[in-house]
Nanobody
């Protein structure tokens, strides 16, 4: 099993940047694919980005492509989501998740508690 804790959320103006971190503990972090997902008020959970175990494959939702960058450091059991040029519609609770396969769905085995990102005009 792996435990995940997100941090780095906050309030930012449109056009600004934030970097989310995902700190993992437990076994075999480097063997898991990771995902970032988000849930906005009144909406379902949606895929943002995912990465396979060694970082050689990364996928992004069209809505964030070119603005968000997903990275991971297996030696430190950490993952990051750099979010640039934030838009109001990026406002959501962001979750880090882990599973066997990098997927563009919301299907993962392990989830963090989420961190709030609020983008203001």
């Amino acid at each position: 099993q792996v435990q995940l804790v997100e941090s780095g959320g906050g309030l930012v103006q449109a056009g600004g940047s934030l970097r989310l971190s995902c700190t993992a503990s437990g076994q075999a972090f480097s063997s898991y694919a990771l995902g970032w997902l988000r849930e906005a008020p009144g909406k379902g959970r949606e895929f943002v980005a995912s990465m396979n175990w060694d970082g050689s494959r990364t996928y992004y939702a069209d809505s964030v492509k070119g603005r968000f960058t997903f990275s991971r450091d297996n030696a430190k059991n950490m993952a990051y989501l750099q979010m640039n040029n934030l838009k109001i519609e990026d406002t959501a609770v962001y979750f880090c998740a882990a599973g066997p396969t990098a997927t563009i769905t919301t299907t993962y085995d392990y989830w963090g508690q989420g961190t709030q990102v609020t983008v203001s005009s």
